[in-house]
């Protein structure tokens, strides 16, 4: 069964940092696999922030987070990072994991999520 | 950046009537759509990928259509636990976006 589990949310001043973590099962955890990090502001839509694939190599970004936001993975320990600093207010949100299919940067699966709270 | 605009906003209809969704693009992604479904507080669900296959385990009664700028998701009989918002996404070029979401009720 696959499985993805978020953890590190939680609330942060303004221009804090956290690193979230996403740990992946049940499937084949390759470098070729596209993992992503979608959000969802409280009371809003889907917003997509970052993917990687790859050697760790390729990676993109949404504007909204380039230059604070970095996405990483370890394909020993199966799980994929979101290191975010210069956290701002409209950062908050609850921030999913996501695993694409086959035909690539289309989400098959998703964590539960993980809920970032940027406030002072 | 793909725009994509989705409509209605809200859809409010009754069991076993068909629900018609639409997601435009703001350019063409070809095929590379897909649809998802998200009930309250629970992740998004995938239904369709590139714009016309079902997703494992998706009831028949969901498909999807349309290529370049125009698609639709229609769910053919409307059952109580379709309630939910619906989003569309495209992969065809980067970033990846999401439409806003239609609001399916349940009259």
């Known amino acids: 069964e696959v499985q993805l589990v978020e953890s590190g949310g939680g609330l942060v001043p303004p221009g804090g940092s956290l690193r979230l973590s996403c740990a992946a099962s049940?499937?084949?955890?390759?470098?070729?696999?596209?993992m992503s990090w979608v959000r969802q502001a409280p009371g809003k839509g889907l917003e997509w922030v970052s993917a990687i694939w790859g050697s760790g190599d390729n990676t993109h970004y949404a504007d909204s987070v380039k230059g604070r936001f970095t996405i990483s993975r370890d394909i020993s320990k199966n799980t994929v990072y979101l290191q975010m600093n210069s956290l701002r207010a409209e950062d908050t949100a609850v921030y999913y994991c996501?695993?694409?299919?086959?035909?690539?940067?289309?989400?098959?699966?998703w964590g539960q999520g993980t809920l970032v709270t940027v406030s002072s | 950046e793909v725009v994509l605009t989705q409509s209605p906003a809200t859809l409010s209809l009754s069991p076993g009537e068909r629900a018609t969704l639409s997601c435009r693009a703001s350019q063409s992604v070809d095929s590379q759509l897909a649809w998802y479904q998200q009930k309250p507080g629970q992740a998004p669900r995938l239904l369709i990928y590139d714009a016309s296959n079902r997703a494992t385990g998706i009831p028949a009664r969901f498909s999807g259509s349309g290529s370049g700028t125009d698609f639709t998701l229609t769910i053919s009989s409307l059952e109580p636990e379709d309630i939910a918002v619906y989003y569309c996404q495209q992969r065809r070029s980067w970033p990846v976006t999401f439409g806003q979401g239609t609001r399916l009720e349940i009259k």
């Open positions: 996501a695993k694409a299919g086959d035909s690539g940067s289309i989400y098959d699966y």
């Open positions: 049940g499937f084949t955890f390759s470098s070729s696999l596209v």
